[in-house]
């Protein structure tokens, strides 16, 4: 059984950055594939990155490459998602999310993963 809760979401304005976190319960985090994924009003949930094990796999959402990027510390049971270049289409509920699978290109799908956090909501302001 795996917790997670989400922080660091908040407003910013167009072109500004925030850093979300993902803080994970139990002792096997190293062992879950973590993903974010985004949901906004009306829309369907959207793959926003997965990172492996270890935190050298990565995968990411075409629409966040080159702005976005997740990181992992295994010894403090932490992801996180650096949210650069901001946009107000990036605006949404972001959801932070584990398997215990190795990572593979099926993680994009949201199905596939087992716990889901709260949620953390992320409004950009044009």
């Known amino acids: 059984q795996v917790q997670l809760v989400e922080s660091g979401g908040g407003l910013v304005q167009a072109g500004g950055s925030l850093r979300l976190s993902c803080a994970a319960s139990?002792?096997?985090?190293?062992?879950?594939?973590m993903g974010w994924f985004r949901q906004a009003p009306g829309k369907e949930r959207e793959f926003v990155a997965a990172?492996?094990?270890?935190?050298?796999?990565?995968y990411y959402g075409d629409s966040v490459k080159g702005r976005f990027t997740i990181s992992r510390d295994n010894a403090k049971n932490t992801v996180n998602l650096q949210m650069n270049s901001l946009k107000p289409e990036d605006t949404a509920v972001y959801y932070c999310?584990?398997?215990?699978?190795?990572?593979?290109?099926?993680?994009?799908?949201?199905?596939?993963?087992?716990?889901w956090g709260q949620g953390t909501q992320v409004t950009v302001s044009s």
């Open positions: 999310a584990a398997d215990s699978a190795v990572l593979t290109h099926f993680h994009k799908r949201p199905e596939v993963y087992d716990y």
């Open positions: 990172i492996s094990w270890g935190g050298v796999g990565t």
């Open positions: 139990g002792r096997t985090f190293s062992t879950y594939t």
